[in-house]
Every structure is written in structure tokens, then in C-alpha cells.
């Protein structure tokens, strides 16, 4: 059997899309799975648009997903790797006009003149009359004649590759099953290389998949159609066909199209937003494919061994925020203290330097909250809200807040400042959160009051915030001393309010 050879071929014409990560990530596995070799070909020809700092986020994101690639170009310090090489396209122009050359002198591929004014006409033409559009061939066929003449008033030819009007093109997909697609929907022989000698998408890719030996072309369905026209290609090179395999889109819950105007795409906002990559790789890999079973949290090395390309899912998978924060969240209670805690500082630093926080937590600090914070971040982020209000010299609870629904002000005040009563008694014999609850529940009971009422105005008031870690652990976490002053605050600003403010 041949040696596997996939490729991820990303544009560097945008930040690394969550899309192209999931391609990149089913090529990694199937190669890992497979004992064979994935590489990263960086397709860079349309130079207008690619930048180096969009290079450096699609391979700091792979990097950041864990993917390593065993044949590539050279990155930042990294050299490149591979003996089929140079693996950036800009580097392989003489190879293209090798290909042309050589097509162009099989006939299989012809200078064409038309100029754009021309092909617009036609196509306006073609269009009033309901015909599919597609290159009417004007140039097929021109006398030596013909192009000296052309030549002669300056026009300048782009290459065009030779389509056959009538043939059926057939392939086993190895996501889709059989695909069949007539050569006369694609429009006409395909232009490959520009008037200025720049060589387009179609054509540098199966140049380039033929002479680094591809043997599994694994990309996203919106190449579906084009796959027709690089088998021709493939065909007229005289190159092994390889095998294709096109993964289903990924769209919007409302089953749109996933675009980077109405959703997050880019891989560095989820990083930035706190997704951590062993659950963010874990996420992709469940974007249209699964195990079969009910197992969900998944390494990158139980994926690669559980990997198969033959359950992937035909129909387009609907990207499920909900489910990305659940298995983020199980993959950050899989951290030790240690990793976590690493993972925390850069959050907590952005905190501090927005404002929302006034100092950083110790080492120490935060270890000690880990057991209330670290089942409960759906992403490191929220980091922030769960334990910010520790971080703060002062705090204003809004008395809205404060008050219970049917209550007002100044009963919310009684009631803390019973309340308050109660938590200095008891904390005086001891700071623990198993101690100071009973009492607090049996004041619930004499008052007349509901558990969730008092309790809510205690957690504002001492935390400014509707939701908290579990309320005696926040109230230890704060400490006995920090815990009276902020209710004796919150009870003065109660006790300011106005008579009968709800
Ligand atoms: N550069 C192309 C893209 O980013 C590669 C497509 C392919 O895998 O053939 O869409």
C-alpha cells in the first residue's frame, strides 16, 4: 500500500478560520491514524490579499491545536522540513510555468484573447438567453494566424486548460459515496493562468498535489464542484488521481452558512475568550464527526486512534456554542492546580490592567479558590466574574439587586443587618462554611422568610453580583472581617434609600 500524503493548503489571505482548523485537524488525524504524513502547503498566489501576520495566526492557531505537520515551509525560527518543497506557492512559479509548458504543448491547453469586455458582452448575451454561462471557446481552435494578429494589437492572452463539453466525471468520495458531475456545468475551458503569468487556485492546486504526491485530497464541501475540474487536470498532467474526501460545512444554528459578518470564526477569538485547545480540538473533531458512542471528551491521541473518515457525516454540522462551553468546562477540571493557575494569570492580568480587578491574586490565593472556581468556568475568562469581587477594594451593590422581589428597602436592611448579626457571632468561634449556614438558616425560618431571598442580598451585598461561587464558600474566601464590612456597607446604602424603594 502507498504511503498516506494529506495536506492542509490554507490561504494566508485571512486569520485562521475555525473551518479551515477542522480541515486541517480531519487531514491530521487521518494521516496520524494512518502512520502517514500531513503537510502544510501555504497557497499564497493571490498576493493582494495575503499578509504575513495572517500567516502567523493560522500557524500560531495549528500550533496552538496541537497539530504539528511533518513537511512544510519555513515559519518564524522553524526551518523547512520536507524533500518536496519549497512548500509556499510564491516559491514554485517556475513549476506552474513548467506545467503550462508542457500542457499547452499537448493542446491540452491554448493561449485565449478575449479581452474582459468581450467575455462581459458574451456573458450578458448568455444570460438573456438562459443559457448557463460558460466560455463560448472563441479561441479554441485559433490559426498561427489568428494569434500573431491577435498579438499585433496588444492583446494579452490568459491560458486556458481544455474541459471536455461531454464527459461524466465519476469518483468514490470518501465522505459522500459515488458523486458524478457532468463536465458541461463547468462553465467552459478553465482559464489556469492570468494575463499578467500569475497561475490560478484550480491549477496550482493539482500541480501541487500531483508533485508532492497527495494522495488523499480531505477539504471542505464548497470544493465539491471544483474537484471535477482538478481530476481533468490531474488526467491531463498525467498524475495518479487521488482519492477525495469532502467534509460537511459548518453552519449557524439557524443552518446558515457559517461567515465571519454574523459569527465568530476566527480560532484566536475562541483562545482569546479563555477555550483552552485540548477542548477547543476536541470540539472540531465532533463538528461532523463522531465515535459512534456516547464518549465526548476526547484527547488529540484518542481522537487519532479513533479517527475514521467513513463516519463523517454527509450533512452540514451546526456549530453548538453550548456544547463547545460544556466540553471547555470538562477539560478545565481535567487541569492540575498548577497548569490551571498558569492558564488563569493572563485573564486575570487582562482584568487588572481593564480596571475591573485592583490587584492580582498570589499563587497561594488562587489556589485556595480553585475548589470552588474550577468547576465552574465554562471558559478561563469568566475567571473574572467568579472571583473579581475578592480583587476589589470597594464595592456598591445596587440596591436593586439587594432587594427581594415583594420586598423593599428597608426590610432588606433589617434583614441583612440580622443577618450580619448572626454570620459575626458565628464567626467568631469559627470561619467555615459548613458552620455558618445552619444558623443563618434557622434566622430564615424565625424571620418568616425564604431561603433564596436572604441569601441573594447577602450574596450582593457581599459580592455585587447575582451569581457567585456557593455562598458560604465565597463568604470564607472573602474572609470574616471583609465579609461584615461589606454588608455593614450594603446596609447603610439600603438604609439611604429612599422610603418604600423596591
Ligand atoms: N487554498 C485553498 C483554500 O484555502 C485550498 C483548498 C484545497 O484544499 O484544495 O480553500
Redesign the pocket.
Known amino acids: 500500500m502507498t504511503e498516506v500524503r494529506v495536506?492542509?493548503?490554507?490561504?494566508p489571505?485571512g486569520p485562521l478560520h475555525l473551518g479551515?482548523a477542522r480541515?486541517a485537524l480531519f487531514n491530521f488525524l487521518f494521516a496520524r491514524h494512518a502512520g502517514g504524513t500531513f503537510i502544510l502547503?501555504l497557497?499564497d498566489t493571490d498576493q493582494a490579499r495575503s499578509t504575513e501576520a495572517f500567516e502567523r495566526d493560522i500557524i500560531d492557531g495549528l500550533h496552538w491545536l496541537g497539530m504539528t505537520w511533518d513537511e512544510g515551509p519555513a515559519v518564524g525560527d522553524e526551518p523547512e522540513c520536507g524533500t518536496y518543497g519549497p512548500y509556499r506557492q510564491m516559491q514554485r512559479l517556475p513549476r506552474y510555468r513548467e506545467a503550462v509548458d508542457r500542457l499547452l504543448a499537448e493542446d491540452k491547453a491554448y493561449y485565449c484573447y478575449c479581452s474582459p469586455h468581450e467575455l462581459d458582452a458574451e456573458r450578458k448575451r448568455q444570460e438573456a438567453a438562459r443559457e448557463s454561462p460558460r466560455y463560448n471557446g472563441r479561441c479554441a481552435h485559433l490559426t498561427a494566424g489568428q494569434r500573431v494578429a491577435f498579438e499585433a494589437e496588444g492583446r494579452e492572452p490568459v491560458v486556458r486548460f481544455r474541459i471536455p463539453p461531454d464527459r461524466r466525471i465519476v469518483f468514490d468520495d470518501m465522505v459522500r459515496g459515488r458523486v458524478e458531475i457532468d463536465t458541461s456545468v463547468l462553465g467552459g475551458d478553465l482559464v489556469i493562468v492570468r494575463s499578467d503569468g500569475t497561475p490560478l487556485?484550480h491549477f496550482t492546486?493539482a500541480v501541487d498535489?500531483a508533485a508532492m504526491a497527495i494522495t488523499h485530497?480531505?477539504?471542505?464541501e464548497?470544493?465539491l464542484s471544483?474537484t471535477p475540474k482538478?481530476i481533468l487536470l490531474f488526467e491531463a498532467l498525467g498524475s495518479t488521481v487521488p482519492q477525495f474526501g469532502h467534509l460537511p460545512l459548518i453552519l449557524n444554528a439557524d443552518r446558515t452558512k457559517m461567515s465571519k459578518r454574523k459569527s465568530v470564526t476566527a480560532v484566536a477569538d475562541y483562545r482569546a475568550e479563555g477555550f483552552i485547545p485540548e477542548a477547543f480540538v476536541n470540539y472540531l473533531a465532533l463538528l461532523g464527526w463522531s465515535t459512534g458512542t456516547e464518549e465526548e471528551v476526547l484527547s488529540l491521541s484518542e481522537l487519532t486512534d479513533r479517527f475514521d473518515l467513513a463516519s463523517v457525516n454527509k450533512a452540514g454540522s451546526i456549530f453548538d456554542r453550548e456544547r463547545l462551553e460544556w466540553l471547555n468546562g470538562q477539560w478545565i477540571r481535567r487541569l492540575s492546580a498548577d497548569d490551571l493557575i498558569d492558564r488563569l494569570r493572563p485573564f486575570l492580568e487582562a482584568d487588572l490592567a481593564a480596571g475591573r480587578i485592583d490587584w492580582l491574586p498570589t499563587d497561594g490565593e488562587l489556589r485556595a479558590l480553585l475548589p470552588v472556581v474550577q468547576e465552574r468556568l465554562p471558559t478561563l475568562a469568566v475567571v473574572g466574574d467568579l472571583i473579581g469581587f475578592l480583587l476589589v477594594k470597594d464595592l456598591e451593590p445596587e440596591p436593586a439587586l439587594m432587594i427581594p422581589k415583594r420586598w423593599d428597602a428597608a426590610r432588606t436592611a433589617i434583614a441583612l443587618r440580622a443577618a450580619r448579626h448572626t454570620i459575626a457571632e458565628v464567626g467568631r468561634v469559627s470561619w467555615e462554611a459548613d458552620e455558618i449556614e445552619p444558623p443563618l438558616r434557622r434566622l430564615v425560618e424565625e424571620g418568616g422568610w425564604k431561603v433564596g431571598d436572604l441569601f441573594m442580598a447577602i450574596r450582593v451585598a457581599i459580592t455585587g453580583r447575582t451569581v457567585s461561587p456557593p455562598l458560604f464558600d465565597t463568604m470564607v474566601a472573602l474572609g470574616y472581617e471583609r465579609t461584615l464590612a461589606r454588608l455593614d456597607r450594603a446596609i447603610e446604602t439600603l438604609e439611604a434609600q429612599p422610603p418604600g424603594t423596591l
Open positions: 495536506r492542509i493548503a490554507p490561504s489571505t479551515t480541515t502547503r497557497e487556485y492546486v498535489d485530497v480531505i477539504r471542505g464548497d470544493h471544483n482538478h
